[in-house]
């Protein structure tokens, strides 16, 4: 069966979130979920990896589970636990059960931050066995051919030991994301808040111009995210400058020596009016 | 000739000194930051340092301007090559301060615009300005602020002889509409600097009469013309002594040639005129041609040795070293000697540094491993009753966090700390403390430090003396214990040669690398940036250096560097990363404060 006949096969979800490709990305998460194969996305902040994750979901007519993962997110917080009521205690499952039992997309974003115990719960479940051994209950869920389990990380964060283990890393169809091309980025900033053309195109080069500061004088580079929030606020008729400083200057430093040579580069791609 | 060009530029220069607003002047000091962030985002090298052109371009230029002019004024202009990006110390050339400032911004942005190094000196301006015009509309407004200022700058035309008129209409032209003038017209004198462009560099064939450029008799002198300049070009890149000695750049030949008007292609291959020339220029001596004049010059200027020329070395323990000009890691350039400092007398902590002591073990005794007990969890492998009542008496239903879990707060940490001790450290820091004393007395507690947290730690200490001698004394090793022979070792550290960064961070990571522990800090202490006694410094170093980084953090390290150098910024951005490296202002303070950045750094 061609990979295009699945998409099709599956209900067509109600709103399509936009995503434009950059390449064959939307091909090889098809064929990974065709051949039931968990995939890791990696990439800066705001390059696109959540929307992408959405947009499959939709086109592959999969429920989505995000979780968003942190330093405190434990094994249990993804499998389910006991609660307590006035008549007892009963089981609640977590995002990831949910998934592996009713099928769907399980998506967790900065799998770096959960703690280390969390990832070893994925592992039955990320290789050939695709199971998901539940202690509590003594249950071993077998997954559907409609779960997939997707996780990303951002390989910037310099975090004193955050990097996935080799045995983790091993069992994911990796894609790696990068920045949009120029042309794309800009498409991108008009489809999602239609400012025209020549904003785009200044935002675009400016968040380029930004991003080869990155790591001398600033510690990431602006994402996709950061120009279209500023782009937003120019369409709603905020001036270019004050959109700019507001959504991206201040959000990439809080050193005010850095934010206002930041914005003497906001000032060299939008003149004055 | 020259007189007559003397006293051209004589008047030219107090023409210009008349035109001079300091009270409107703007200092690069004060738009370092600015001017470094918009040449970077712009597309300018990381590597390149922003500096002060002034001093430099006096250097360079002020036995031929004082000659030529009998002034000392200096035409700053401004030049980017690969380790500097060269700005006027001061602008005060425009009548407001706003355009002085935008004057600066606008040369960062063309400093940052890249294009083929084979265009003429006029096409690249042209081009590069036409280039930022339609790519960033905000400089476009600068530009033209500043073109409309430069043009009422030069004054009037109409007071210019017929051929100087010409040209400097033609100038006019470009600034208007850069890239509408393709040569410009000879004329008898030269024209006044362009202070929106870049300081011209090697003999273009711009500056040559137009009836030769044209000349399609002379195709094949304009081929080995060619070539001639590729090699001048390649010249330019040698790394060049920083600070205030001799500083000669090939460009400057083209200045005289520019100013002076000789006839190049008649003189070129006259010796005696050439000796002539040079001696008239003081200490400079070059010629377009001629590779006997060049290497002469080589050796006059003393410049460094090409890296390539160097074979590998064969006995002992060899590292690579990075080319950044060729981008190859060359393998066995540099030599290691470890020193493993064994006859020393065992000592125990400094009676001084007792109190500090006692302050770090109180202070650094909560990051001992522990473990802790977490109450109210929402799992855990017991009950927490005093929820679980709490809950039942409230009648809650949304509260569930009814456990105890225990969890480890583990550090699993090793620490490699390496100092620098290269003969820089012999420098004064207060009334009675060098900075090796400093480094000393921060090795001291930071072990002290360490032995409270339990981390494992080693220490080291380097020096070079070129690439046959990096020195790298075993302070303590990660088997060692820290003990009194430990202690007597720190208390006998001294300075001595230079600092080859990249060979020993690469040694340093070999070692810190066979730790199996989940972290592994690369401690880095130093007082300045890369150097040695050869080719080692400038670029060189810093790449190299910023190499040798890259490599340790593949290997899963992550390198911190603790430097008391106030200029640190301008380079250790682009060694370390924006975020890994901090400078102590005050190295005096280095003993107390590396303790409490370890803590943070490690938490």
Known sequence: MPITAIAQNLKAPKVFPSYAPADDEVMIFEHAYRNCLPVLIKGPTGCGKTRFVEYMAARLGLALHTVSCHDDLSASDLVGRHLVNASGTYWTDGPLTRAVRHGGICYLDEVVEARKDTTVVLHALSDDRRILPIDRTGEVLEAPPEFMLVVSYNPGYQHLLKGLKPSTRQRFISLAFGFPEPAREIDIVITETGVDHTIAKHLVTLANALRSTANHDLEEAPGTRLIVDAAKLIATGCPPQTACRAAIVECLSDEPEITKALMVVVNAIFAHS | ?603
């Open chain 2, 1 to 603: 000739m020259e007189e007559q060009v003397g006293i051209a530029w004589h008047k030219l220069i107090n023409r210009l000194a008349t035109r001079r607003y300091p009270d409107e002047s703007v200092a690069l000091s004060d738009i370092s930051t600015p001017v470094g962030i918009l040449f970077r985002a712009l597309g300018g090298d990381h590597g390149v340092a922003i500096q002060a052109g002034g001093s430099i371009l006096n250097h360079a230029k002020r036995s031929l301007l004082e000659r030529l002019a009998g002034s000392e004024r200096k035409v700053e202009l401004a030049w980017v090559d690969h380790q500097a990006l060269q700005l006027p110390a001061v602008i005060d050339s425009f009548p407001t301060q706003r355009l002085n400032n935008e004057l600066y911004l606008w040369l960062a942005a063309l400093s940052a615009t890249s294009l083929p190094p084979q265009q003429t000196w006029l096409a690249r301006n042209q081009n590069a300005t036409r280039l930022i015009i339609q790519r960033f509309p905000g400089m476009a407004a600068i530009y033209r602020r500043l073109v409309a200022a430069e043009i009422l700058r030069r004054g009037p035309t109409s007071r210019l002889p017929p051929d100087e008129a010409q040209q400097e209409q033609a100038i006019r032209d470009a600034l208007h509409e850069p890239g509408s003038i393709s040569v410009l017209p000879h004329a008898r004198r030269a024209h006044q600097p362009i202070l929106l462009w870049l300081r011209p560099d090697i003999l273009t064939s711009a500056s040559l009469p137009p009836q030769k450029n044209q000349d399609q008799a002379s195709r094949e002198s304009s081929t080995t013309q060619s070539d001639k300049k590729r090699r001048m070009a390649e010249y330019t890149e040698m790394p060049e002594r920083k600070g205030g000695l001799l500083l000669f750049r090939p460009e400057s030949i083209f200045s005289w040639s520019e100013y002076a008007k000789i006839e190049h292609e008649a003189q070129e291959n006259e010796d005696e005129d050439l000796a002539q020339a040079a001696d008239d220029l003081d200490t400079i001596s070059i010629t377009r041609d001629s590779r006997n004049i060049a290497k002469k010059l080589s050796m006059s200027l003393d410049l460094p040795k090409a890296a390539s020329a160097l074979p590998p070395l064969n006995d002992g323990k060899m590292l690579p070293e990075w080319d950044y000009k060729t981008r190859t890691l060359k393998p066995d350039q540099c030599r290691v000697n470890t020193i493993p400092l064994t006859d020393v007398e065992p000592c125990a902590l400094p009676e001084h540094l007792k109190r500090d002591q006692q302050r770090l073990k109180r202070q650094f005794g909560a990051l001992q491993p522990v473990r802790q007990r977490l109450k109210g969890q929402p799992d855990g492998n017991d009950i927490d009753i005093d929820a679980y009542i709490r809950h039942i008496s409230h009648q809650n239903e949304t509260e569930n966090r009814f456990y105890i879990d225990h969890r480890n707060r583990e550090r699993d940490l090793s620490c490699l700390l390496l100092a620098d001790l290269s003969l820089s450290t012999e420098a004064w820091v207060g009334d009675n403390q060098r900075v090796i004393d400093v480094i000393r007395e921060s090795l001291f507690l930071f072990a002290e430090t360490l032995t409270t947290t339990l981390d494992q730690f080693a220490l080291y200490g380097f020096s070079s003396k070129q690439r046959t001698d990096v020195r790298v004394h075993t302070l303590k090793a990660f088997d060692e214990p820290y003990s009194d022979i430990v202690r007597g070792r720190i208390n006998g550290i001294s300075s001595a040669y230079y600092t080859r960064m990249g060979a020993a961070i690469r040694h340093a990571t070999e070692i810190l690398a066979r730790q199996k522990t989940r972290e592994r800090l690369l401690l880095l202490l130093t007082d300045g940036k890369p150097n040695d006694a050869d080719h080692y410094e400038g670029r060189y170093g810093i790449e190299d250096t910023r190499k040798a980084l890259i490599e340790a953090r593949q290997q899963g390290l992550r390198p911190f560097c603790v430097t008391v150098d106030q200029e640190a910024h301008e380079y250790l951005p682009h060694i370390f990363g924006k975020s890994n490296f901090i400078i102590i202002r005050k190295p005096s303070e280095l003993p107390a404060r590396l303790p409490l950045l370890y803590a943070l750094i490690t938490r």
